[in-house]
């Protein structure tokens, strides 16, 4: 697939400013050093775009990029901030999940690069809904105080969906802060090296950023799964339909 027919068949929202798409699962978004991701395919084609964030190869959904470097600012100190409005779906191994959670987890970086929590995993403590560790706790190296909250929209003997809402923006970190929990995301190869599993399934959902150029000055972006999202699950169009719509209620607290 080239550029044009990739940003044509995954568009999601465009305009003077920014690009925003629906990115398949296996494709990179930047720095991608022995595949091509998606800003060397538009620079390839004479397209310059700057990622405003990330997402994870395997990671399906919102990729937002900038288009010139006035509104990559303005959205990027957004993220930074912790201002921006982010959420996932995932679908995890079942378990003791409560209705909602927080998973208030600092981030390290392990051997060969490895991200992990920074303690011990016997260290990780849950009080009520949330997981958390004593400072006493933390290895001694530098850490990234890391935040999801989630809430649990579906349970099922052999899977759970989670809606999630990761205050901060680590690399890896809601991949990592769910499996140390005892919760990974199904078909995550940092987790599961079976290769059972066609994909990783977790989805950038939605993303709120201010956006002054616009009228109303906002963006408001959302990127529905796709029918592969749903196959552990196995969901049928209208049920997966509710899910969504019940995500939606948890996230606002509704």
Known sequence: MDWSELRARFLVEEDAAIL?????????????????????????????????????K??????????????????????????AEKAYLAIVTPGELPDTGTIDLPLSVG??????????????????????????????????????????????????VLALRPITGRR?????QLA???????????????????????HSWRLGLTADWRTPPELKLEATPGTDFWRPIQAEPNETTDLLNRAGELLRGD
């Open 111 to 160: 051997r060969k690069n490895r991200v992990r929590i920074a303690a011990p995993r016997e260290s990780i403590r849950r009080d009520a809904d949330r997981w958390f560790v004593a400072d006493a706790d933390l290895l001694d190296t530098k850490n990234y105080p890391s935040r999801t909250e989630f809430a649990t929209v579906l349970r099922r003997d052999d899977h759970a």
């Open 20 to 56: 925003a798409l629906h990115k398949p699962a296996g494709i990179s978004v930047t720095g991608e050093r022995h595949d091509t991701d998606l800003v060397q395919m538009a620079a390839a084609a004479g397209e310059t775009l700057y990622p405003v964030h990330r997402i994870d």
């Open 180 to 202: 140390w929990i005892g919760h990974p995301i199904v078909g995550d190869p940092l987790f599961d090296k079976s290769g059972a599993h066609e994909r990783t399934y977790l």
């Open 172 to 176: 890896h970190q809601i991949r990592v």
């Open 58 to 83: 395997v990671t399906s959904g919102l990729v937002l990029l900038a288009k010139e470097l006035a509104a990559h600012g303005q959205l990027t100190r957004q993220f930074n901030k912790q201002t």
